[in-house]
């Protein structure tokens, strides 16, 4: 039953999740923390590690809360149900696009879309904050994590004016928590 539960989880994200693998972390934290899967804080650890990985963040997440969940088949179900819904819509899409491309109804959808997913993007980049920046901290009683708060702004600096890749901002942040231990 833990399979067909994880596989519909992941198949109704891969379903509802338009603009990538960040707009899914609001549907997938309401069935998996506010289900009682996970805990928020595993949650939170777990997207940290999805994206630390090569390869798309959602399938990497899948794949992850799969087998924390459900072992190695745990990981392929999860993962073949967030990728099912996309298969099916791509086919479709991509086998009627040439005689929709131009109509007026599919191009107005398309364009209120959007706002919605970066609205989603938005709650995700929240609630990530909001966990690292304070979460596990606010549990011994202080309010915020100071250095992480530097950090982080001295990342998204460096990241808007120097234009570092990812994976830097990856290294450099594991060598802090390693001096900040």
């Known amino acids: 039953m833990i399979y067909l539960n994880l596989y519909t989880i992941f198949f109704i994200t891969g379903l509802f999740t338009f603009g990538g693998g960040l707009a899914s972390l609001p549907i997938l934290q309401d069935f998996l923390v506010e289900g009682g899967w996970i805990s928020q804080h595993e949650f939170v650890d777990m997207i940290a590690v999805s994206q630390s990985t090569p390869g798309p963040i959602g399938i990497n997440l899948a794949s992850y809360?799969?087998?924390?969940?459900?072992?190695?088949?745990?990981?392929?179900?999860?993962?073949?149900?967030?990728?099912?819904?996309?298969?099916?819509?791509?086919?479709?899409?991509?086998?009627s696009i040439s005689s929709y491309s131009d109509n007026r109804y599919v191009n107005a959808v398309m364009k209120r879309i959007r706002p919605a997913v970066i609205g989603l993007i938005g709650a995700a980049v929240f609630f990530i904050a909001s966990n690292a920046l304070a979460g596990p901290i606010a549990q011994s009683g202080d309010i915020l994590n100071f250095r992480c708060i530097i950090l982080f702004a001295l990342f998204a600096l460096l990241r808007f004016f120097r234009k570092l890749h990812p994976a830097i901002f990856i290294l450099l942040g594991a060598l802090a928590g390693i001096a900040f231990l």
């Open 65 to 95: 809360i799969g087998y924390t969940v459900g072992s190695f088949p745990g990981a392929v179900i999860a993962s073949t149900g967030l990728l099912t819904p996309a298969y099916i819509i791509s086919i479709l899409i991509i086998r």
